[in-house]
Nanobody, 115 residues
Framework: QVQLVESGGGLVQAGGSLRLSCAAS????????MGWFRQAPGKDRELVAR????????DYADSVKGRFTISRDNAKNTVYLQMNSLRPEDTAVYYC????????WGQGTQVTVSS
């Protein structure tokens, strides 16, 4: 069973940056396309970025394109999300998982962007 632990969230002013990390334990995730998701209060969870097994292919939701960068280190079993130019509408709990939700969800990490 894979455990996912997200970290790196916090409170930041609009225009600021944060770097999220997602560490997986229990088995390697190197063969999986991984994604970062977010869920704002009262809204459905949405995919914001994903990265293929090698890290060579990435894609992003239109709302974060050009501001967020997803990356991975398979040797460390860790996926990252660099978030720049943050906006209040980016406020949410952020989660990682395989792009097709194969693992159990972690606790997420709260990102709050103040205006």
């Amino acid at each position: 069973q894979v455990q996912l632990v997200e970290s790196g969230g916090g409170l930041v002013q609009a225009g600021g940056s944060l770097r999220l990390s997602c560490a997986a334990s229990g088995r390697t995730f190197s063969g999986y396309t991984m994604g970062w998701f977010r869920q704002a209060p009262g809204k459905d969870r949405e995919l914001v970025a994903r990265i293929n097994w090698s890290g060579g292919i990435t894609d992003y939701a239109d709302s974060v394109k050009g501001r967020f960068t997803i990356s991975r280190d398979n040797a460390k079993n860790t996926v990252y999300l660099q978030m720049n130019s943050l906006r209040p509408e980016d406020t949410a709990v952020y989660y990682c998982n395989t792009a097709d939700y194969q693992f159990s969800w972690g606790q997420g990490t709260q990102v709050t962007v103040s205006s």
